[in-house]
């Protein structure tokens, strides 16, 4: 019943900055956490940030520093400001929402690639 969509990936040269967006619609009663995923090529999936519903964050600690996750309740989105991007940063990024009824919702994913 809800759909998530995920924009603002691409094509950056090293030190490069793409800030990612996720919009949520459908049938949203509220949303609980937020966050990013990553996963690249022969590699498992791994969470990059989340973002808490009265706005705490983790990140992981290769990001930490470089990403920024933030959320805009609002709009039902949440955002990845990604700086300093570095070649292992290059994965399909994938948003997920927990709704507070405890569904979990998964983005299709949007592809970030960092050249050397």
């Known amino acids: 019943q809800v759909q998530l969509v995920e924009s603002g990936g691409g094509l950056v040269q090293a030190g490069g900055s793409l800030r990612l967006s996720c919009r949520a619609s459908g049938s949203i009663f509220g949303i609980n956490t937020m966050g990013w995923y990553r996963q690249a090529p022969g590699k498992q999936r791994e969470l990059v940030a989340t973002?808490?519903?009265?706005?705490?964050?983790n990140y992981l600690d290769s990001v930490k520093g470089r990403f920024t996750i933030s959320r805009d309740n609002a709009k039902n989105t949440v955002y990845l400001q990604m700086n300093s991007l570095k070649p292992d940063d290059t994965a399909v990024y994938y948003c997920?929402?927990?709704?507070?009824?405890?569904?979990?919702?998964w983005g299709r994913g949007t592809q970030v690639t960092v050249s050397s």
């Open positions: 997920k929402i927990s709704l507070i009824t405890r569904d979990d919702y």
């Open positions: 973002i808490y519903r009265a706005g705490a964050t």
